[in-house]
């Protein structure tokens, strides 16, 4: 157990629905990151908050948005689903901004049919 | 456009013999390299990391070799055991305060 949890494990939905996918933190742990897996692609950084705030946006698409709460969980929601955002979807969280110390929950697994 | 690039998608090694995962990266402004490794059902973990003002950087079987004229690194594990068995994810960040930039990660096959 990593100490980053993730739910739900595994989600499958129609195409133009809405989800979201939750992520809570390890205990002290102030950012969060969101990454995105394909089939056949790396990790691809989708946004990344710091106590509560936005810090950096990679190529996340604007049906996808974020957020942090104030208990510094976060909530990455995909909306419009299409086929092509089958994926897994990767939370990893840091003491510090910028800190090299990502630890990474076990994923949700997206499939839309 | 990938920054980091692994072309190699798997690699076979036997046993007790010495493990070379490759890595290339074309950003320039990277300064910390870093491997994770990632077993199925599991999220990444952290392995081993280099700033870019060395060339090498070891803890225990895991060397990472940084070549910045080449924009090449390498992941050596010696000797290979069974449950080095995973994915290998090279990353790259242009510094502490930036994200970190993924491959598309080498699954490594140690055999017995």
């Known amino acids: 157990d990593s100490g980053v949890t993730q739910t739900p494990k595994h989600l499958i939905t129609a195409t133009g629905q809405r989800v979201t996918l939750r992520c809570s933190p390890r205990?002290?742990?102030?950012?969060v990151y969101w990454y995105q897996q394909s089939l056949d692609q790396g990790l691809q950084f989708l946004i990344q908050?710091?106590?509560?705030?936005?810090?950096a946006k990679g190529n996340i698409l604007e049906r996808f948005s974020a957020q942090q709460f104030p208990d510094l969980h976060s909530e990455l929601n995909l909306s419009s689903l299409e086929l092509g955002d089958s994926a897994l979807y990767f939370c990893?969280?840091?003491?510090?901004?910028?800190?090299?110390?990502?630890?990474f929950g076990s994923g949700t697994r997206l499939t839309v049919v | 456009d990938q920054q980091v690039k692994q072309n190699s998608p798997s690699l076979s090694v036997q046993e007790g013999r010495i493990s070379i995962l490759n890595c290339d990266y074309t950003?320039?402004?990277?300064?910390?390299f870093l491997w994770y490794k990632k077993y199925p059902a599991e999220g990444p973990t952290f392995l081993i990391s280099i700033s870019s003002i060395k060339d090498k950087n070891e803890d225990g079987r895991f060397t990472v070799f940084l070549n910045k004229s080449a924009k090449h690194l390498s992941l050596h594990i010696v000797p290979s055991q069974p449950g080095d068995s995973a994915v290998y994810f090279c990353?790259?960040?242009?510094?502490?305060?930036?994200?970190?930039?993924f491959g598309k990660g080498t699954r490594l096959h140690i055999l017995p």
């Open positions: 950003n320039s402004m990277f300064d910390y």
């Open positions: 990353a790259a960040s242009e510094n502490r305060d930036d994200k970190i930039i």
């Open positions: 990893a969280s840091s003491p510090l901004w910028g800190d090299y110390g990502y630890t």
């Open positions: 908050y710091y106590n509560g705030e936005e810090r």
């Open positions: 205990s002290g742990d102030l950012s």
